[in-house]
């Protein structure tokens, strides 16, 4: 047993926090939005140029004008301002965004981050997630423990091409949550468990070291 | 006082077009996409342009009308995955790319049109993007040296302009059409509606007129590339 996507969606969403300005990344980090917990209020940026996104519009809303970073239509809120590229990314470089939520290839247990490009494959591009995860204040990761073959994603050192280094601050995966340290020294902790997952299984599937805060 | 306004985008940009010129090209996506002065660039023939924009169109519509005519040589973009004809051409060594960070994309066009040289960002450091750049540490955090960019031309599409050219956009439309306004070396802006001077509120103007060359009303399809919906519950 271990959590699936909408559980992952469910325990991240425990991170965000009443007032938090923050921007989610497409794929599981979007489920994110469906499960903000009662009495928290969160403004979410789109780094198109929108603060204050809104959900899906009904059929007859849709606005091609209105779509957010991943190129779908959405909606407005009351509290929504739009702006330039170049204004929404003093929001994310200049540190006035609070929380980002994002997938990733692989993490390491010094906070380096591999989510954009594999070498030899048809590489798309990092869009907005270098100034992502180097301005955000708080940098959460979301992602499978394992590769589709099996291969450990919490990694000594990075494979693959990084994204930044020493970015990350939680990384959740469908076996358990991992504080990391990334400006200090303190190593990686294992902060839970997923329901059904012992300690010797996430320990068999995780390369990096860490220490068990579970007690 | 000159006249700014051109009765179509083809008229809009005769003068201002020659091969290997380099062009900045507004848009997020398919939104807020120049649709008209893209066509009108294919039909001007011109070869080898390296094109400044966030994306790279979709097969058979925006930027990928340029890359089927092979008119472009060079990209720099931050995300270039909706678009097959694109990966086929790159990959075939047909056509340069440049990976930019998406905001560092939009800040370069802002230095650039702002006659700043160079700024330092934390975006990219220690990543491949900042391989062969000067890096800085300032207050014990290391910054990467990136430069502004300008280019030949800049094409933009607002929703509303007036004759003195004048814009303003409309919702996530805005996205780079701002910045690249001001960085090019002359600049072609097609609007939705086009007003007399002085009909816009000179408070609610995102773009004077001093940036745009060339100011043309256009019909826009305003495809979307991403239809979602939120289905209405049945009362």
Same mark, same amino acid.
């Given at each position: 047993?271990?959590?699936?996507?909408?559980?992952?969606?469910?325990?991240?969403?425990?991170?965000?926090?009443?007032?938090?300005?923050?921007?989610?990344?497409?794929?599981?980090?979007?489920?994110?939005?469906?499960?903000?917990?009662? +009495?928290?209020?969160?403004?979410?940026?789109?780094?198109?140029?929108?603060?204050?996104?809104?959900?899906?519009?009904?059929?007859?809303?849709?606005?091609?004008?209105?779509?957010?970073?991943?190129?779908?239509?959405?909606?407005?809120?009351?509290?929504?301002?739009?702006?330039?590229?170049?204004?929404?990314?003093?929001?994310?470089?200049?540190?006035?965004?609070?929380?980002?939520?994002? +997938?990733?290839?692989?993490?390491?247990?010094?906070?380096?981050?591999?989510?954009?490009?594999?070498?030899?494959?048809?590489?798309?591009?990092? +869009?907005?997630?270098?100034?992502?995860?180097?301005?955000?204040?708080?940098?959460?990761?979301?992602?499978?423990?394992?590769?589709?073959?099996?291969?450990?994603?919490?990694?000594?050192?990075?494979?693959?091409?990084?994204?930044?280094?020493?970015?990350?601050?939680?990384?959740?995966?469908?076996?358990?949550?991992?504080?990391?340290?990334?400006?200090?020294?303190?190593?990686?902790?294992?902060?839970?468990?997923?329901?059904?997952?012992?300690?010797?299984?996430?320990?068999?599937?995780?390369?990096?070291?860490?220490?068990?805060?579970?007690? | 006082?000159?006249?700014?306004?051109?009765?179509?985008?083809?008229?809009?940009?005769?003068?201002?077009?020659?091969?290997?010129?380099?062009?900045?090209?507004?848009?997020?996506?398919?939104?807020?996409?120049?649709?008209?002065?893209?066509?009108?660039?294919?039909?001007?023939?011109?070869?080898?342009?390296?094109?400044?924009?966030?994306?790279?169109?979709?097969?058979?519509?925006?930027?990928?009308?340029?890359?089927?005519?092979?008119?472009?040589?060079?990209?720099?973009?931050?995300?270039?995955?909706?678009?097959?004809?694109?990966?086929?051409?790159?990959?075939?060594?047909?056509?340069?790319?440049?990976?930019?960070?998406?905001?560092?994309?939009?800040?370069?066009?802002?230095?650039?049109?702002?006659?700043?040289?160079?700024?330092?960002?934390?975006?990219?450091?220690?990543?491949?993007?900042?391989?062969?750049?000067?890096?800085?540490?300032?207050?014990?955090?290391?910054?990467?040296?990136?430069?502004?960019?300008?280019?030949?031309?800049?094409?933009?599409?607002?929703?509303?302009?007036?004759?003195?050219?004048?814009?303003?956009?409309?919702?996530?439309?805005?996205?780079?059409?701002?910045?690249?306004?001001?960085?090019?070396?002359?600049?072609?802006?097609?609007?939705?509606?086009?007003?007399?001077?002085?009909?816009?509120?000179?408070?609610?103007?995102?773009?004077?007129?001093?940036?745009?060359?060339?100011?043309?009303?256009?019909?826009?399809?305003?495809?979307?590339?991403?239809?979602?919906?939120?289905?209405?519950?049945?009362?």
């Amino acid at each position: 047993m271990a959590w699936t996507r909408d559980q992952l969606a469910q325990r991240a969403a425990k991170e965000l926090r009443d007032g938090f300005y923050v921007n989610l990344g497409i794929g599981i980090p979007t489920l994110v939005a469906n499960y903000i917990p009662d +009495g928290v209020e969160v403004t979410l940026q789109s780094e198109n140029g929108m603060l204050g996104m809104g959900p899906f519009p009904y059929e007859d809303e849709i606005d091609a004008d209105l779509i957010n970073a991943g190129k779908q239509t959405i909606t407005a809120l009351k509290k929504t301002s739009y702006f330039s590229s170049s204004d929404s990314f003093a929001m994310i470089r200049g540190g006035h965004i609070d929380l980002s939520i994002l +997938g990733a290839m692989e993490v390491n247990d010094r906070g380096d981050l591999a989510n954009w490009m594999v070498p030899g494959k048809m590489v798309k591009g990092m +869009g907005g997630a270098m100034d992502l995860v180097a301005g955000v204040k708080r940098v959460v990761v979301v992602m499978e423990h394992t590769s589709k073959d099996g291969a450990s994603k919490l990694l000594k050192k990075c494979t693959l091409p990084v994204t930044g280094i020493n970015v990350v601050d939680l990384v959740i995966t469908d076996l358990g949550v991992f504080e990391i340290d990334k400006h200090g020294s303190k190593p990686m902790t294992l902060t839970q468990l997923a329901d059904g997952v012992t300690l010797e299984e996430i320990t068999a599937k995780t390369e990096a070291a860490f220490v068990n805060a579970l007690g | 006082m000159g006249n700014k306004v051109y009765p179509d985008a083809k008229s809009a940009l005769e003068g201002f077009t020659f091969d290997g010129m380099s062009v900045m090209s507004g848009g997020f996506g398919l939104c807020g996409i120049p649709e008209n002065l893209i066509i009108a660039l294919r039909d001007s023939n011109v070869k080898g342009i390296t094109v400044i924009s966030n994306n790279a169109g979709v097969d058979g519509w925006g930027l990928g009308l340029l890359l089927e005519t092979k008119q472009i040589k060079k990209m720099i973009s931050s995300y270039v995955g909706e678009n097959k004809e694109f990966a086929r051409q790159y990959l075939s060594g047909e056509l340069e790319l440049e990976f930019n960070p998406q905001g560092t994309l939009a800040e370069r066009c802002r230095a650039g049109g702002a006659g700043i040289a160079g700024f330092y960002t934390k975006t990219g450091v220690g990543t491949l993007v900042a391989e062969g750049k000067e890096t800085k540490v300032f207050n014990g955090e290391t910054f990467v040296l990136e430069t502004g960019l300008v280019a030949d031309l800049s094409i933009v599409k607002a929703w509303k302009g007036d004759k003195e050219g004048n814009l303003i956009f409309r919702k996530t439309a805005r996205n780079f059409n701002p910045m690249m306004a001001t960085a090019g070396k002359k600049c072609v802006a097609e609007v939705e509606i086009l007003v007399e001077t002085g009909e816009l509120d000179p408070d609610a103007i995102h773009t004077p007129g001093i940036y745009v060359d060339r100011i043309v009303q256009g019909t826009f399809e305003k495809r979307i590339e991403q239809r979602t919906v939120t289905k209405r519950e049945n009362a």
